[in-house]
Nanobody
Framework: QVQLVESGGGLVQAGDSLRLSCAAS????????MGWFRQVPGKERVLVAT??????????YYPDSVKGRFTISRDTAKNTLYLQMNNLKPEDTAVYYC??????????????????WGQGTQVTVSS
């Protein structure tokens, strides 16, 4: 059973940067497809970054809404996943979740394919 614990959320101003962390236990971040999602009240949880398994390595994917501003990375020694968020905008305000999926199909996983989720961390960006 993989356990994921997010941290690093908070209140920032537009244009600021923030780095979220996701500490994993019970499994290694390099063995799973890892993703960051966000959710606002009343809306679906959406992907903002993923590092998915591709052949013997991994690839990353970002939706256009965050491409060029967000970067997903991992530290295998610390077994931790990160999300660096730069030039934050008020529309980035949400609860951010870390997720891990066992599926390996050489493409980003869909939301339902993720098997493990963290409890979420709130990010609020003021204008």
């Amino acid at each position: 059973q993989v356990q994921l614990v997010e941290s690093g959320g908070g209140l920032v101003q537009a244009g600021d940067s923030l780095r979220l962390s996701c500490a994993a236990s019970g499994g290694t971040v390099s063995s799973y497809a890892m993703g960051w999602f966000r959710q606002v009240p009343g809306k679906e949880r959406v992907l903002v970054a993923t590092m998915y398994l591709y052949w013997s390595g991994s690839r990353t994917y970002y939706p256009d809404s965050v491409k060029g501003r967000f970067t997903i990375s991992r530290d295998t020694a610390k077994n931790t996943l990160y999300l660096q968020m730069n030039n934050l905008k008020p529309e980035d305000t949400a609860v951010y979740y870390c997720a891990a999926g066992r599926a390996q199909r050489g493409a980003p996983l869909t939301l339902n394919e993720y098997d493990y989720w963290g409890q979420g961390t709130q990010v609020t960006v003021s204008s």
